[in-house]
């Protein structure tokens, strides 16, 4: 029996794969679970379709991420942070620090996207923090952070 797989799973398939399972599986756990559907003429085309077009925005995404890349690799980011003895940060520049600052430079990240190599940022000094823009596209961004004048 052939089922289409709607989810992942564990040593079968991915989501969206053909696979070939016993009768009984098919039947009795992978249709009434939702994880899986017969694989008929008509939903092997409809799948087929659905892939293409996936396939279409899949680029325009990637795109799209590659464009904000470069964008990003333009932008000097100096932070000004308030300093105490020994050049140490009075608190920390976190990701969502990082995330405000290129929102004010034009460029719209989401916080979440962002992960400062080594974690918080706790001192003066030059940083780099990987910015996930896409599953495939990740940049690494550097920036200072200075002290308050």
């Not at 799209?64 to 980011?77: F, H, I, N, R, S």
Request: glycine share 10%.
């Amino acid at each position: 029996m052939e089922i289409i797989l709607k989810k992942d799973v564990e040593n079968l398939g991915f989501t969206d794969d053909v696979v070939t399972v016993k009768d009984g599986y098919g039947r009795n756990f992978l249709i009434p679970q939702g994880i899986g559907v017969l694989a008929t003429e008509s939903a092997k085309k409809v799948l087929a379709e659905n892939l293409r077009q996936r396939a279409h925005k899949e680029a325009k995404a990637i795109a799209d991420a590659k464009a904000t890349a470069e964008k990003l690799g333009a932008v000097d980011l100096k932070m000004a942070a308030k300093i105490g003895q020994g050049n140490k940060l009075f608190g920390s520049i976190t990701n969502g620090h990082v995330a405000d600052a290129l929102g004010k430079e034009g460029v719209s990240l989401d916080k979440k996207f962002i992960q400062i190599v080594g974690g918080s940022v706790k001192a003066l000094g030059h940083y780099t923090a990987n910015v996930r823009l896409h599953r495939e596209v990740v940049v690494a961004f550097e920036f200072d952070v200075v002290a308050e004048a």
